[in-house]
């Protein structure tokens, strides 16, 4: 199985500041005859459903703010908020969906400072 | 809009059994693949299973496989979960998925149910 590392575990950032999210996986995720990385990212709320907020590594999904957004390929990706706003106070996982069973990262918790 | 709605979550003693329910509607059912996903006390993400959009295809997680089986009405717009011979790390809540397939890889939950929590414990 795929296996995938967040770092770091938490992270406590300044409203209006930068937060950044690694995300490491065992295996490259990069489909070579498509050139797309099987990478996502979910948001998720204590008392809510999971939401997805970045497929194909990058590309984010409809009604996303842009202050999200993700890179990388291969092994390596990063998710930024590029201004941490209140509302994004949540736990961000990490997913590979290059090959089932599908795995998420640990998950990072993101608070305010 | 999509909605998702799990049910048929409670307790249960080890290795007994629990059957969970998801009513889908606000898109065609019958052209999606759906997903289970679980959530331990404490602990992340973990997809359990999935199924085909005309329920020819099943796919689980090592630790659940011969124990829980995934199934689909597509006429009810409803999704199942049968889960025997539960044990205590079943424990967890269970999420009802919506899958988008691109014909490659796997494929991935766009929209997610609220969840219904499973207590295995004696």
């Known amino acids: 199985d795929f296996v995938m590392t967040q770092s770091p575990d938490s992270l406590a950032v300044s409203l209006g500041e930068r937060a950044t999210i690694n995300c490491k996986s065992s295996?490259?995720?990069?489909?070579?005859?498509?050139?797309?990385?099987?990478l996502a990212w979910y948001q998720h709320k204590p008392g809510q459903p999971p939401k997805l907020l970045i497929y194909w590594a990058s590309t984010r999904e409809s009604g996303v703010p842009d202050r999200f957004s993700g890179s990388g390929s291969g092994t390596d990706f990063t998710l930024t908020i590029s201004s941490l706003q209140a509302e994004d106070v949540a736990v961000y996982y990490c997913?590979?969906?290059?090959?089932?069973?599908?795995?998420f990262g640990q998950g990072t918790k993101v608070e305010i400072k | 809009e999509v909605q998702l709605v799990e049910s048929g979550g409670g307790l249960v003693q080890p290795g007994g059994s629990l059957r969970l329910s998801c009513a889908a509607s606000g898109f065609t059912f019958s052209n999606y693949w759906m997903s289970w996903v679980r959530q331990a006390p404490g602990k992340g993400l973990e997809w359990v299973a999935n199924i085909k959009h005309d329920g020819t295809e099943k796919y689980y997680v090592d630790s659940v496989k011969g124990r829980f089986t995934i199934s689909r009405d597509n006429a009810k717009n409803s999704l199942d979960l049968q889960m025997n011979s539960l044990r205590a790390e079943d424990t967890a809540v269970y999420y009802c998925a919506r899958d988008l397939y691109y014909g490659s890889g796997s494929p991935l939950c766009d929209h997610w149910g609220q969840g219904t929590l499973v207590t295995v414990s004696s």
């Open positions: 997913l590979q969906y290059y090959r089932t069973p599908r795995t």
């Open positions: 295996h490259s995720v990069l489909y070579s005859s498509n050139n797309k990385n099987y």
